[in-house]
């Protein structure tokens, strides 16, 4: 399966950010979905997840009520919309896909990995 990332970029703090997964080479409908960030210098960490129909979704604790996720299984492509972003939230986002139908927080659960898009927030 490939994925491909996209809609970083440049924002300032209290702005909003789109994300797109574009997924292809795979049955994409069948599988949980997620994403992940790293920051320079941490290690990387969950963002959110979404289940194979959308209708389950987990997410961290520092993103709650600011990000959210979706999908849009027609068009192979999953989204996390980014509100409220600080600077804190600077790093590359990465999506995955899932080994199975389910949501995942880790990353061990997610054998198919984008390449990542950056995201900046300026204070």
């Known amino acids: 399966v490939q994925l491909q990332a996209s809609g970083g970029g440049l924002v300032q703090a209290g702005g909003s950010l789109r994300l797109s997964c574009a997924a292809s080479?795979?049955?994409?409908?069948?599988?949980?979905m997620g994403w992940f960030r790293q920051a320079p210098g941490k290690e990387r960490e969950f963002v959110a997840a979404?289940?194979?129909?959308?209708?389950?979704?987990a997410y961290a604790d520092s993103v709650k009520g600011r990000f959210t996720i979706s999908r849009d299984n027609a068009r192979n492509t999953v989204y996390l919309q980014m509100n409220s972003l600080k600077p804190e939230d600077t790093a590359v986002y990465y999506c995955?896909?899932?080994?199975?139908?389910?949501?995942?927080?880790?990353?061990?659960?997610?054998?198919?990995w984008g390449q990542g898009t950056l995201v900046t927030v300026s204070s």
């Open positions: 995955a896909a899932g080994r199975y139908s389910d949501t995942y927080t880790s990353p061990y659960d997610y054998p198919y």
């Open positions: 080479g795979r049955t994409f409908s069948r599988y949980g």
């Open positions: 979404i289940n194979w129909v959308g209708g389950s979704t």
